[in-house]
């Protein structure tokens, strides 16, 4: 059964920094596009940044470039999200999420995890 576990949330003053990790267990890693997503109270659900694990340049939204990085460890089967100079509105609950880059139907969610910036 596919996992995706998140870890590394947590309080941050602004400007600080953070880095989530999304382990994921029983899936082929290469062959599947892992990306973060996040929600804000109130909002609807965002794309963060994503990269497809058997190469290419990784994604990013407006609004986190040159702040965040997304990088994965196949080895590890796992996800990274390098997050710095941290903003208030950076705050939400982070997911992860891995979809498989020809069959869409395989699409696994992590059960996510909070930041929280705030001075």
């Known amino acids: 059964q596919v996992q995706l576990v998140e870890s590394g949330g947590g309080l941050v003053q602004p400007g600080g920094s953070l880095r989530l990790t999304c382990a994921a267990s029983d899936l082929t890693f290469r062959h599947y596009v892992m990306t973060w997503y996040r929600q804000a109270p109130g909002k609807e659900r965002e794309l963060v940044a994503s990269i497809y694990n058997a190469g290419g340049e990784a994604n990013y939204a407006d609004s986190v470039k040159g702040r965040f990085t997304i990088s994965t460890d196949k080895a590890k089967k796992a996800v990274y999200l390098q997050m710095n100079s941290l903003k208030l509105e950076d705050t939400a609950i982070y997911y992860c999420?891995?979809?498989?880059?020809?069959?869409?139907?395989?699409?696994?969610w992590g059960q996510g995890t909070q930041v929280t910036v705030s001075s």
């Open positions: 999420n891995a979809r498989h880059s020809a069959w869409s139907e395989f699409d696994y």
